[in-house]
């Protein structure tokens, strides 16, 4: 697992050099369904970022590992979980997957009050066109940027999410999509495409995602190894759950 670790953070960032921008990129590294022994040799070797999808996964995993952990959550949050995880994940740095404004309060309703600097969230954006898929469509993306942004003061926008294909095969209209999402965004809201973080690419095309302007990729097994699900309803149930 070490050297898939090594590995995978060679390829992102010799793809940082090969992108237009050279901006460093994030590895998110994705335990989902691997023990914490696992995620607990990543962050021996030095990792700190890493991702979770399943709420229930993540609230069992994190006391149990070191808590300078960069939590991200990047499963689809049920409004009604939101404040669950918040509190049971002191150190949850950012939830990639808001995708409504209703989540959006839940998340700033959990954190009044607490004394933590403000939660970074993603817009998820649907932008392959499935009805499977979570996320807002293209052309909402501003107006739940602008309500996070404007609206709720213990969250922080820091940028765009998508999740591409259901069989993760490589499409890079949907990492062009949401590049011209940030740009409506950037002009809406007048920031800076530098200050709005982009989180696309997975184990089958994180590099290209890189190259394409990706911030922070998430990987989970090119560097853990194949999940095993007993069928491959059950593992698309579960990597979109
Ligand atoms: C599981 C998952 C990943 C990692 O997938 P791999 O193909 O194993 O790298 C990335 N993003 C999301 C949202 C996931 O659910």
């Known amino acids: 697992m070490a050297e898939n670790l090594k590995d995978v953070v060679r390829r992102v960032e010799s793809a940082v050099q090969r992108s237009s921008?050279?901006?460093?990129?994030?590895?998110?590294?994705?335990?989902?369904?691997?023990?914490?022994?696992?995620?607990?040799?990543?962050?021996?070797?030095g990792h700190r970022d890493f991702g979770e999808n399943y709420v229930q996964e993540l609230l069992d995993k994190a006391p149990k590992l070191p808590e300078d952990i960069r939590w991200h959550f990047i499963g689809h949050l049920q409004s009604n979980k939101a404040k669950m995880l918040v509190e049971?994940?002191?150190?949850?740095?950012?939830?990639?997957?808001?995708?409504s404004e209703k989540l959006a309060n839940k998340l700033e309703n959990a954190l009044e009050g607490q004394s933590r600097p403000p939660l970074e969230v993603f817009v998820q954006v649907n932008t392959s066109g499935e009805e499977s898929k979570y996320g807002v469509e293209p052309s909402d993306v501003v107006s739940l940027a602008k309500y996070i942004k404007e609206s709720c003061p213990h969250l922080k926008f820091s940028g765009l999410m998508t999740i591409g294909m259901q069989d993760y095969t490589s499409r890079?209209?949907?990492?062009?999509?949401?590049?011209?999402?940030?740009?409506?965004?950037?002009?809406?809201?007048?920031?800076?495409?530098?200050?709005?973080?982009?989180?696309?690419?997975?184990?089958?095309?994180?590099?290209?995602?890189?190259?394409?302007?990706?911030?922070?990729?998430?990987?989970?097994?090119?560097?853990?190894?194949?999940?095993?699900?007993?069928?491959?309803?059950e593992a698309n149930k579960h990597d979109n759950a």
Do not use: H, W
């Open 21 to 45: 921008s050279k901006k460093p990129a994030r590895l998110v590294a994705v335990g989902k369904t691997k023990p914490v022994e696992l995620v607990q040799e990543a962050y021996e070797a």
């Open 88 to 99: 049971g994940v002191p150190s949850l740095t950012a939830i990639e997957t808001v995708d």
């Open 172 to 233: 890079p209209e949907n990492f062009q999509s949401l590049t011209e999402c940030r740009a409506k965004v950037c002009e809406a809201l007048g920031l800076k495409a530098e200050d709005v973080e982009l989180s696309m690419g997975m184990s089958g095309d994180f590099e290209q995602a890189i190259e394409m302007g990706s911030t922070n990729v998430r990987v989970g097994s090119t560097i853990f190894g194949e999940r095993y699900y007993p069928n491959k309803d």
